[in-house]
């Protein structure tokens, strides 16, 4: 009798054998490594990623942006990377003809924030051309600055104060700012990317403009948050 045995295991197929090591948690079919996950989580989360900030991130999103891309476009989000700056953020897109679902919302920055961050990009731009490799803002400056723009018949300073100081948490909270020490900031280079120079005009001209009852500047100036942010992003 003809022994079958190896033509039999000539058909069989090994199964195929999972690397466990690539996995970081059960039933993950994820294929990206460790340091790309976290970038492509860190800037779904918040309003962009530095590479001051998570230069270990910055490097991972970097050397698979074209895949991170990809991923980002098959939720209709762009990623947009800053080679320049050494930021990425991300954008919602939008197609005339196609019915997208939106996953990030607008949300326009107030009156007061917008304020402060043109006087910011300002700091920002004259240390660049001083040479300078940061620049750094005092709270006080930031308030003597918005309490300018005040109507002259405005008596509430008080309430005014504490929008002041609200907007400025909220851009310390974005990391447009961040606190050096007590009262002081450093201007984040992402202040640029949120205040382009072909703005400015268009924004000068809408501060010069009456407080409305609902203050909120152009829609362009809006940037874009996941819908559902979570505490951590917001933190």
């Known amino acids: 009798m003809t022994d079958t045995t190896q033509d039999v295991g000539a058909f069989v197929q090994e199964p195929t054998v999972v690397d466990d090591d690539a996995a970081l948690y059960a039933g993950d079919t994820g294929v990206l490594p460790y340091e790309a996950r976290r970038a492509l989580a860190l800037v779904l989360q918040r309003r962009y990623l530095s590479a001051a900030a998570h230069p270990a991130e910055w490097k991972a999103l970097l050397a698979h942006q ?92 008080a309430a005014r104060r504490r929008e002041v100081d609200n907007a400025i948490a909220t851009l310390v909270r974005e990391h447009v700012l961040d606190e050096v020490a007590e009262g002081r900031y450093r201007v984040q280079p992402v202040v640029e990317i949120l205040l382009p120079v072909e703005r400015l005009r268009e924004l000068a001209t809408w501060l010069r403009s009456p407080a409305p009852a609902d203050p909120a500047p152009p829609a362009e100036a809006d940037e874009t948050d996941p819908v559902d942010e979570d505490e951590e992003a917001r933190a």
């Open 66 to 157: 074209d895949v991170l891309a990809s991923r980002c476009h098959d939720m209709f989000v762009e990623l947009v990377v800053d080679r320049d700056y050494e930021i990425a953020y991300k954008r919602q897109v939008r197609e005339a003809g196609l019915s997208i679902p939106v996953l990030l919302k607008d949300e326009p920055y107030k009156r007061v924030e917008t304020l402060l961050m043109l006087f910011a990009r300002n700091r920002f731009r004259q240390e660049q051309g001083a040479g300078e490799r940061a620049a750094h803002v005092d709270a006080e400056e930031l308030v003597d600055y918005a309490l300018g723009f005040l109507a002259a018949d405005e008596t509430n300073l």
